[in-house]
């Protein structure tokens, strides 16, 4: 079945730190791939996508790239802001109309002034 | 963008009670909605999917005569919890996803109800 792999966390990094959090999945076929944020009492709100094999997705300076031969999409922004701080969770959807999520645990950041 | 509100954000009930927690989406007609609940720092559960004017499928160990959801039109399903107890206090997060547009290919997520069973 399909599974995400989400880093060990949390993390906590400085203001304007370069940021990684690594994702990788199984799955069959070519899923869809997303990247998923959840500020602090909030719900998820999509942050980026990608829906095949290097395709970037990228949205308010986050990035992640769909790498098929690594089977990851991790996400990285070059210079973190406070605001940042939130839930940052990975998740695939394989192909088919309405097809159900699969998410990673989730990873949480601190970003320090 | 394409928003879905849940309500009530909070509620705390009895043992025993029911609670109806519902999922709208505000201006995209949803085919399809979702169910999760997530419990403190950890990730999210799909408890159940339904398609408007059709039954609920659960995912497997979700009790589907305590966790009745209707999805009754296009734009709002429910959630009702019936005799709670508390360990069914959680977080529970609906989303919701059109088969045509922009949004066929994701679910929009609403922000969420904390239930708590005293």
């Known amino acids: 079945g399909n599974s995400v792999t989400q880093m060990e966390g949390p993390v906590t990094l400085s203001e304007e730190a370069f940021l990684t959090i690594n994702c990788t999945y199984t799955?069959?076929?070519?899923?869809?791939l997303f990247w998923y944020v959840q500020y602090p009492g909030e719900g998820l709100q999509l942050l980026l996508k990608?829906?095949?094999?290097?395709d970037k997705g990228s949205n308010k300076g986050f990035e992640a790239t769909y790498r098929k031969e690594t089977t990851s999409f991790h996400l990285e922004k070059g210079s973190v802001q406070v605001s940042d701080s939130a839930v940052y969770f990975c998740?695939?959807?394989?192909?088919?109309?309405?097809?159900?999520?699969?998410f990673g645990k989730g990873i949480t950041l601190s970003v320090r002034p | 963008g394409a928003v879905v509100s849940q309500h009530p954000s909070r509620v705390i009930c009895k043992s025993g009670t029911s609670v109806k927690i519902e999922c709208r989406s505000l201006?995209?007609?949803?085919?399809?909605m979702f169910w999760y609940r997530q419990f403190p720092k950890q990730s999210l559960m799909l408890m159940a999917t339904s398609n408007e004017g059709s039954k609920a499928t659960y995912e497997q160990g979700v009790e589907k005569d305590k966790f009745l959801i209707n999805h009754a039109s296009l734009t709002l399903s429910t959630l009702t919890v019936t005799s709670a107890h508390p360990e069914d206090s959680s977080f529970y997060i609906c989303?919701?996803?059109?088969?045509?547009?922009?949004?066929?290919?994701?679910?929009?997520f609403g922000p969420g109800t904390r239930l708590t069973v005293l």
């Open positions: 990608a829906t095949k094999a290097d």
């Open positions: 989303s919701a996803s059109s088969a045509s547009g922009g949004a066929a290919d994701t679910q929009y």
């Open positions: 998740a695939l959807r394989s192909p088919g109309a309405n097809s159900k999520l699969t």
């Open positions: 201006d995209f007609q949803a085919t399809t």
């Open positions: 799955a069959t076929g070519y899923p869809s």
